[in-house]
């Protein structure tokens, strides 16, 4: 089976997520491509979908979901899952989802949504992200759950491999 995995990432954090989700399916026999969401042309010849994005302010990244509305047709005939990343801190804030996640998640009749706590590192931040980040007292620091992020893309390929297995109507 061929997984399309795309990842709207900022600063990376987000595309490291999406490079474990991509090794997680990878060593469970499935062939993964990893694309960036503004060059996806086409979702021919791919059997499913991962898509995920960065947060900010509460919102998924702009061309993650300029992907999902150009592409909504086509992610509705066949399994799709989305991720966010986003959150920090312990406990990790904000808390709930992002407010785009339930009509994104919805309008591409997706398997499901998973939110994983991001990553903040100061260093390569904008001035106006500075601001913001100092404005709110973000903390510092990677918060990322790796086993949590495997155990989710695992239970995507055990879906899928499963599916791949049944046999075929005539």
């Known amino acids: 089976m061929k997984v399309l995995l795309v990842v709207a990432s900022k600063h990376g954090a987000t595309q490291e997520i999406g ?8 060593a469970s026999g499935l062939t993964v491509h990893v694309k960036l969401p503004e060059t996806v042309t086409s979702l021919d010849g791919y059997d499913a979908v991962v898509c995920g994005s960065a947060v900010y302010v509460g919102h998924w990244m702009g061309p993650a979901k300029d992907f999902v509305a150009r592409h ?3 992610l ?3 399994p799709v899952w989305l991720f966010s990343s986003g959150p920090i801190g312990d406990p990790p804030l904000p808390a709930g989802e992002p407010a785009d996640a339930a009509a994104l998640l919805e309008s591409v009749g997706a398997r499901g949504h998973q939110l994983f706590p991001g990553r903040l590192a100061r260093r390569g931040l904008s001035l106006g992200e500075k601001v913001v980040v100092a404005g709110v007292r973000a903390p510092e620091g990677d918060y990322r759950p790796w086993d949590e992020v495997e155990a989710w893309a695992a239970t995507i390929a055990s879906a899928l491999l499963a599916e791949a297995a049944q046999p075929v109507a005539s």
């Open 19 to 26: 490079e474990r989700i991509e090794r997680t399916l990878e």
């Open 72 to 74: 909504r047709a086509a």
């Open 76 to 78: 509705r005939e066949r």
